[in-house]
């Protein structure tokens, strides 16, 4: 059931005065499967696909996962082919870890390895609810710790100057309304891509996710400044057979790479000298929103994560601005040495 967050939540975002009106992915490249031992290819190609069929039929798990499991596991598979390991059943945890441990050899950072040994996991979990192993090779098995990196973010006046500058031609208007709802809503940038005309409610300055992360659906605010500049965006968008929102110069829906390119494109010419992707407008939304409103369940909310524990790296954030503040202005702060 989707999560509605009341408009009040929005009033301490920086461009919210309420008073104010996949892509398909592409097919993965092609790994060696289990041909050097006889009869193991086909079999393990046909429980993979199993899975695959099974990720998308029943679990229902988002495109990008989809994809990102399947380029795993194929590569798990090249790697048994390698090493000889002649099935899915004959795998051991011995061969987990030194898999594991070529990968982070090879500079694979820790959250990579563990989105990896997640594929395994559900991949065996799924082995074993279908009665075809015994036991699970990946118990016991951690990925390499990695260091917590926080999130880079636009403080408000460098957000003003992405978003007040002027559009110049019609798929400007279309690219200055994605960015304010990237920054608006706190939309990631799959979502952002996956909206339909229909998902907007002018009326209630709410919008409907229907793509959220693990398929899952959510209602949230829409400033006012966004809807006013979707409104612009509808107003010179072409006819198409599409219900996309965002469409491309043909008509078709807008992806990723193309959002992407669009926002590196607009910072160069408005001279913003800091690298911004889609995801740092998300960033800063949620910063901004818990510096003002110190409300993390209602940002986390907003964000559509489903443990807190992800929405709380904001607070770190917000605890450095905070320290910063203190350093300049506490009398008896500690001076730092020039």
């Not at 892509?23 to 046909?46: N, W």
């Not at 699970?136 to 999130?151: E, H, T, V």
């Amino acid at each position: 059931m989707p999560v509605a967050v009341e408009p009040s939540r929005l009033s301490f975002h920086p461009r919210s005065p309420l008073e104010q009106m996949p892509k398909k992915i592409e097919s993965e490249p092609h790994f060696q499967a289990m041909d050097s031992v006889p009869g193991a290819a086909s079999d393990a190609s046909r429980l993979l696909q199993g899975f695959f069929d099974y990720l998308c039929a029943e679990k229902r798990a988002a495109a990008q996962t989809q994809a990102a499991y399947k380029r795993d596991l194929l590569r798990l598979q090249t790697y048994c082919a390698e090493q000889k390991i002649s099935g899915w059943s004959a795998l051991q945890s011995h061969d987990v870890r030194q898999y594991i441990a070529g990968r982070h050899k090879n500079g694979i950072g820790g959250k990579t390895i563990q989105r990896e040994l997640a594929a395994m996991r559900s991949f065996y979990r799924y082995l074993q609810k279908k009665g075809l192993i015994e036991q699970d090779p990946l118990q016991n098995i951690r990925a390499p710790k990695s260091a917590k990196k926080l999130p880079r973010t636009l403080d408000v006046d460098q957000v003003a100057g992405i978003l007040d500058a002027t559009a110049d031609e019609m798929l400007e208007i279309r690219d200055l309304a994605m960015f304010e709802l990237f920054y608006s809503s706190g939309l990631r940038l799959s979502e952002l891509v996956m909206l339909d005309i229909g998902d907007i409610s002018f009326g209630e300055g709410f919008l409907r996710v229907r793509a959220g992360k693990g398929g899952k659906q959510r209602q949230t605010p829409v400033g006012g400044k966004a809807l006013l500049a979707i409104g612009a965006w509808l107003n010179v968008r072409a006819d198409s057979a599409t219900t996309a929102l965002f469409v491309s110069a043909r008509g078709g829906r807008l992806g990723p790479r193309s959002v992407q390119l669009r926002l590196e494109r607009w910072c160069r010419k408005h001279d913003v000298p800091e690298h911004v992707h889609p995801h740092m407008l998300r960033h800063s939304f949620a910063s901004h929103l818990l510096e003002s409103a110190q409300d993390i369940r209602a940002v986390q909310e907003l964000l559509g994560h489903s443990n807190i524990g992800t929405t709380q790296i904001y607070t770190h954030l917000d605890f450095q601005y905070l320290s910063g503040i203190y350093d300049k202005t506490h009398p008896r702060a500690k001076k730092k040495p020039e």
